[in-house]
Structures are given as C-alpha cells and as structure tokens.
C-alpha cells in the first residue's frame, strides 16, 4: 500500500494557459475524489468517480474543468484557459467502495499567475 | 444539504495543556463524522471518525471525540498536546450510505506553545 499520490506537486502557470494533474489512488480503491483547497478554507468537493463512472460533479467544477478516469485506475484533472481564481491546493482521495474513510494524496499546488 | 461550523479560526495552548477543537454540523439525514489534520504543505490524515455506536470515538496521536446528536456537535479533545500537534485540524462530515463526499469546516489552527 504506497498511499495515494499526486503529479505534480508545484505547478506555476500563467493565466490562460492549460494545466493537467494526475492522481494515482491505492491499488484496488474504485471511489475517487478530487477537492479543491484555497488558502485558509477547507477542502470544497469537486467531483467524484467509481471506477471510470463520473457520478457527481459539483457546481464550482465549471465548463473549464474536466476529469477522467480511464479504465478505473489514475484520474487527470485538466483546467482549460486558467484565471488567478483557480489557484489553490487540489487534493485527492480514494476509497474502497462501501468504505466511508477516504485517503488524501499530498496534494498539487497550482499558482496562476 | 450538510454544513460545518468550525467557529474557532485558531487555538494556542501550551504544552501539556489540554485542548478542545468545537465542530458543529448540520444535516437532514444521518451523517458520518470525521476530523483530519493537516500538517503545512502535506494532505489530509484522518484522525478518528464516528460512523455508529458508541459516541466516544479514539484515535490516533491521543485524540478523541465525542459525537453528541442532541447538540449536533463533535467536538475533538486531547488531554495533553504536544509541540508536535501544531497543525490545522478540520471537522467533516459525509452522508451516511451515498457518495461519501466530504463536506469539511473552514478548519482550526491548533498552535502549542512551549
């Protein structure tokens, strides 16, 4: 059990560009979360897959905000044409289907400039 | 719709005294409950989480909560903290048997003081 882990860690973009993060959940886990942290807030869901199904999506995930999980294993996050509002902290979890715990991955941190 | 009020930006307390973190929460339907902590710079640890049963919880590093229905809170507490414990600890709750999406309180900063 290596934990759930995130790529990249930093990233710097400027604004306009497009920016892709992948996470790689623990072996085995078919509920994947993704939330969204900005400084001095908690974490805000975004969005959520069991196995390669997208079965929520919040409302703070607009059009510019895609993911995907092929084949039920990692998921990408890609944010089209950033703004400054869109730097935060994106964070990761993932659980056992029908286990309530969910395991955080470190994060990647996304600065717009 | 589930809420959590964490109304306690920051909390310093001195080492070996004891703390209590308040988390207050709101749903409809039955919930799970749920603290983490966050170190700088890192993910999220879960501390102690409330499904069912008993309303004493334990956890790791010394933590405990208690789930109180009535009140609608789950207030964290540890006898004793150590310098170590200086993070930011958030409450979260999730409703019982859908997705699991966690609804998390604006967090509280717990800073021990030597």
């Known amino acids: 059990d290596t934990g759930v882990s995130q790529d990249p860690r930093h990233k710097i973009t400027k604004r306009g560009q497009n920016v892709t993060f992948r996470c790689d959940p623990i072996?085995?886990?078919?509920?994947l979360y993704w939330y969204r942290q900005t400084l001095g807030q908690g974490p805000e869901f975004l969005t959520y897959?069991?196995?390669?199904?997208?079965?929520?999506k919040s409302r703070l995930l607009s059009d510019r905000f895609s993911a995907e999980r092929p084949k039920g294993s990692f998921s990408t996050l890609e944010i089209q044409r950033t703004e400054q509002g869109d730097s935060a902290m994106y964070l990761c979890?993932?659980?056992?289907?029908?286990?309530?715990?969910?395991?955080f991955g470190p994060g990647t941190r996304l600065l717009v400039l | 719709a589930q809420s959590v009020t964490q109304l306690d930006s920051q909390v310093p307390v001195f080492e070996e005294a004891p703390v209590e973190l308040r988390c207050n929460y709101s749903?409809?339907?039955?919930?799970?409950l749920f603290w983490y902590v966050q170190y700088p710079n890192q993910g999220l640890q879960l501390l102690l989480k409330?499904?069912?049963?008993?309303?004493l919880v334990k956890g790791i590093n010394g933590f405990e909560a208690e789930f109180n229905k009535s009140q609608t809170s789950f207030h964290l507490r540890k006898p004793s903290v150590h310098i170590s414990d200086t993070a930011e600890y958030f409450c979260?709750?999730?409703?019982?048997?859908?997705?699991?999406?966690?609804?998390f309180g604006t967090g509280t900063l717990l800073a021990v003081q030597p």
């Open positions: 072996s085995e886990h078919n509920r």
């Open positions: 979260a709750v999730s409703e019982a048997g859908a997705t699991n999406k966690l609804i």
């Open positions: 979890a993932s659980s056992l289907r029908d286990q309530e715990t969910q395991y």
């Open positions: 749903s409809s339907v039955s919930v799970y």
């Open positions: 897959f069991q196995n390669e199904a997208q079965l929520e």
């Open positions: 409330y499904l069912s049963g008993s309303t």
